[in-house]
Structure formats: C-alpha cells, structure tokens
T-cell receptor, first 110, second 115 residues
C-alpha cells in the first residue's frame, strides 16, 4: 500500500517555509525522504526510524509520528536549490524494498 | 564520494527485443535494487537482490524480467521481449545492509525507450 503525500505541488518564494506530509494506512517501520530534480536520480535526504524521531539536514528536517502513521518534511527558509519532487518511501520492516508515494513537486521562485 | 553507476544512460530498442541494463553498485554494498519510474509518475520497486538471490520482487517483476550479478561488480536487469509499456527510467540502487532502516543510494538511471 503506497503512502499518500500531500500536497501534490507547492510553489514558494525564496525564504518561505513548506511542509510536506506522508501518511500510510499500514504500520510504518521507517520513512525515507528523497528529493529528485528533473531528469536526475532520487537523492537520499534522511531516514526516520522510530516514533517521534526528528532529524535535520541543513534547513530541512523531518518528524515521524508512528502512532499516526505519518511523517512530515519541513523546509525552512527555502532556497532555489530546494526545487524538485520530494518522495517519501516507506519500508516494510526487514525487507529493504521501499514503497514510494506519488511525490510532491516543490517549486521555489526568486 | 562513492556512487552507483548505470549504463547506458539511454537505450532505444524495438518492441520485442531484449535489453540488458547494467549497474555497478557501491563497492562495499551488499544489497541491490532495481526501481522503475514511468515519465511523470512515482518510483516503483521492482526487485531486491542479495547473495546472488532475489530477496523480494514486486508484481511488476514478472517472467519477462530477470536479474543477475555476473561478476563481482556488475548487477544487471534483463528485459526479454520488450513492450511499449516498458518505456521508463530504470534506477539501480544499493545499500550496505538490508532493511528499511538503511539508506539506498540511487544511480543516475537508464532511460529505456521502446519503439
């Protein structure tokens, strides 16, 4: 069962903040976040492994609410380089395969 | 920084022909994956591979597909008798350890176009 991402797309001005959500109807063992720029490979951002865990990478951070079966990605003070499609991928436990959501297209304008 | 490399970057093939997509995973990684992304859509899992065996495969990975690790460095995806709907970007990924708590590193992909 693929995770559901929202919103599908968001347009920001440079310096604005955004939140991307990822939710699942199944129990989540982990949530992976990737960013993909047009025509390029997905680039790993971070993994969240347990309920309540929060991680950060530069001005991009994420939280994982295991009980609610959801994760949120926070982009603060967005930069032009943040533009791309953000995918969350959920893991099924011991198996390594990821099931990705449909993605959220983020466009940062000057 | 070590990376996953894929060749070719673009493959154009006639429908019904066989194609082999090649990947060189990161050298100390033990788990390998193939994913597919149809233009404008999400990334879809095809297969995972460890210790010369398929670990997990999706519904997409039917008898038309096969994977192989022919030597110590290459990991290949073979598609027999290609169909128009096989046109997509194919990504190889690798991780050091198996498990959904491990990051997967993706190659740049091979764009497969079936005519």
């Amino acid at each position: 069962q693929q995770p559901v991402q929202s919103p599908q797309a968001v347009i920001l001005r440079e310096g604005e903040d955004a939140v991307i959500n990822c939710s699942s109807s199944k129990a989540l063992y982990s949530v992976h976040w990737y960013r993909q720029k047009h025509g390029e490979a997905p680039v790993f951002l971070m993994i969240l492994l347990k309920g309540g865990e929060q991680k950060g990478h530069d001005k991009i951070s994420a939280s994982f609410n295991e009980k609610k079966q959801q994760s949120s990605l926070y982009l603060t003070a967005s930069q032009l380089s943040y533009s791309g499609t953000y995918f969350c991928g959920t893991g099924g436990g011991s198996q390594g395969n990821l099931i990705f959501g449909k993605g959220t297209k983020l466009s940062v304008k000057p | 920084e070590p990376e996953v490399t894929q060749t070719p970057s673009h493959q154009v093939t006639q429908m019904g022909q066989e194609v082999i997509l090649r990947c060189v995973p990161i050298s100390n990684h033990l788990y390998f994956y193939w994913y597919r992304q149809i233009l404008g859509q999400k990334v879809e899992f095809l297969v995972s591979f460890y210790n010369n065996e398929i670990s997990e495969k999706s519904e997409i990975f039917d008898d038309q597909f096969s994977v192989e690790r022919p030597d110590g460095s290459n990991f290949t995806l073979k598609i027999r008798s290609t169909k128009l709907e096989d046109s997509a970007m194919y990504f190889c990924a690798s991780s050091y350890i198996v498990g959904s708590n491990q990051p997967q590193h993706f190659g740049d992909g091979t764009r497969l176009s079936i005519l």
